[in-house]
């Protein structure tokens, strides 16, 4: 078996002066000096920045080299491999670019998470376009096993099993690529394509990594074979060392028993996991933790939900919307109402950014718990605090409300809102008019629908499709709005056929003597009204 290559990375610096030009930040990185921990850190808060602030990565490297600072090429390849970790591929890519502009020298490592990369932000032909642009020189195990993780990832199953056959007759198969495969046919819902796999790795004399073994439980938890995922984890600690199964391995026996309902069993392979992350301490990171709320959750052991939060608080001192995010939804499916409303409130006083997420998972629970007060004060704090578009919270109400049939509420947060956004930022799309007027039609709900009008008005999108909607609406309740032609012309909104149908069945006998003139061309706004000669 031929192993994953891991060629170090080459080490560059790049020493500048204050007087540094963009001309001059166009070479070739160049010099051997070494930096410090804390200057790659520097870098990467600047560059992971970027996501909120906005900016380019050349800009903001070419600042970097600008104000005197110098860094290695490890020090580029820390700071991708972070942003790829917390899922900022754009950013990622940029910068791999902006090494590659400086004639920084790839190993195939590097064309590897570059290909990776552009598979994420731009597709999976820009990634085959990029695979054959690679010199062949610089192609080895990882450019080619990069190729076939995007195959997989993307579901191609056709050419991923070409490209592994390929790789086969190359010799560059790996316990890498046949998780891949694996992966893929878990992805297609196959589970019963795998321990097929793993008996050829076995047959080839392929050692089995703790992911292999991770996919091997989790296809027999698919298929509902328990016992079968009890030998494979047998075979793991029988297996004199060779492999060390980490706390991945006990979430992933774990999730078998909940699925199963054997919650005894789960719990107790659970605190295994638990001693598992203690002997790794800080280095697990918060992941497992968000795991073991997950898991506590489905066994409905809330008390040990919040012992593993107290936990995952003192073991980080600093504050993470993901970790608040995980504990707030594992409260929801608890029904756990003090403690979602606690800890929420929590974050949103001492939170430095108010990350959309988490206001949002808050508005659906006190909906659903009927907290409209809760849910209101929420949108207000939004609308202060958030500078995105806050589009998705009126989504988010008018789905509730639409499942409640109560859209009092739904239509009041919306007029609130769009007095306060600035500049129409905020505004139903035209499928939300469709959705919204059409349950006012069903329902014979003139004045909400009229009311509905109003604000469809403040924000221009009052045109002859919502009009349509509203005479449909009163024709539903049998109910006439005499003033409705003059309303009409005030909007300048062009007649149609199916518009004047409508208003001789909803305007009064007086106001149907009167219609309404078609426009002589597409583009006139305005129209005439004369009186009828009968």
């Known amino acids: 078996m031929k192993k994953m290559l891991m060629n170090p990375s080459r080490r560059f610096s790049l020493r500048s002066s204050r007087t540094f030009s963009m001309q001059q930040a166009e070479a070739p990185v ?59 591929y754009p950013l990622a890519l940029e910068v791999m670019e902006w090494m590659h502009t400086r004639n920084i020298k790839f190993e195939p490592t590097d064309h590897a998470r570059q290909l990776d990369l552009i598979s994420q932000v731009k597709g999976i032909s820009a990634a085959e ?19 076939l993780n995007c195959y997989c990832r993307e579901k191609l199953t056709d050419k991923a099993l070409n490209l592994f056959e390929k790789m086969d007759t190359m010799q560059f198969l790996s316990s890498v690529a046949f998780n891949n495969l694996m992966s893929l046919y878990m992805r297609l819902n196959m589970p019963e394509k795998v321990p097929p796999l793993v008996q050829e790795m076995k047959n080839r004399n392929i050692a089995l990594s703790v992911h292999t073994y991770n996919i091997w439980i989790t296809s027999y938890t698919c298929l509902k074979d328990i016992e079968a ?42 605190e295994k996991m638990e001693e598992e992350i203690r002997k790794m301490g800080k280095r697990c990171g918060r992941k497992p933790f968000h795991y073991l709320l997950s898991l506590y959750a489905g066994t409905s052991n809330l008390d040990k939900v ?25 409260l929801a499916r608890l ?82 809102a769009i007095s306060v956004v600035k500049n129409n930022e905020l505004h139903p799309t035209p499928e939300d008019v469709n959705r919204l007027m059409e349950y006012f039609k069903k329902e014979g709900d003139v ?53 004047e149908e409508l208003l001789g069945r909803v305007c009064s006998e007086q106001s149907a003597k009167k219609r309404i003139k078609q426009p002589p061309t597409k583009n006139r706004k305005h129209f005439d009204f004369v009186l009828n000669s009968d």
Not at 46 to 68: C, I, K, P, W
Not at 314 to 329: G, H, N, Q, R
Not at 468 to 490: G, Q, W
């Open 335 to 416: 029904d756990d109402v003090n403690g979602f409303k606690k800890i929420f409130e929590e974050w949103e006083s001492t939170c430095s950014t108010y990350d959309r997420r988490l206001p949002y998972h808050a508005i659906g629970f006190y909906l659903k718990h009927g907290m409209i007060e809760e849910a209101e004060m929420v949108f207000h704090n939004i609308l202060k605090r958030y500078n995105g578009n806050t589009h998705w919270f009126w989504k988010r109400v008018m789905q509730h409300y639409l499942e409640k049939q109560q859209l009092d509420f739904a239509l009041s947060c919306l007029e609130t």
């Open 30 to 88: 160049m010099g051997g000096g070494k930096i410090g921990v804390r200057g790659g850190l520097s870098l990467y808060k600047r560059l992971s920045a970027l996501g909120f602030n906005g900016g380019t990565v050349a800009d903001t490297m070419n600042n970097y080299v600008n104000d005197g600072n110098f860094f290695a090429k490890f020090d580029l390849d820390s700071c991708v491999k972070e942003l790829r970790k917390y899922g900022q």
């Open 229 to 270: 995922a009890e030998k494979v984890f047998e075979e793991i600690t029988h297996n004199n060392g060779a492999v060390q199964h980490d706390w991945t391995t006990f979430s992933n026996l774990a999730v078998a028993y909940v699925k199963a309902g054997l919650y005894e069993k789960a719990e107790s392979t659970l």
């Open 129 to 147: 376009n990029h695979f054959n642009g690679i010199p062949e020189i610089a192609k080895d195990i990882s450019t080619y096993g990069a190729l």
């Open 306 to 330: 919040h012992k593993i939060w107290k936990h995952l608080k003192s073991a980080f001192k600093m504050d993470s919307d993901k970790s608040t995010l995980a504990m707030l939804e594992t």
């Open 447 to 499: 004045n909400k629908a009229e009311k509905f009008c109003k604000i469809l008005k403040k924000v221009n999108l009052l045109d002859s499709e919502a009009y349509k909607l509203l005479l449909e609406t009163y024709v539903a309740a049998s109910k006439e709005a005499p003033d409705m032609r003059n309303r009409i012309m005030d909007d300048g909104i062009e007649a149609s056929p199916e518009l």
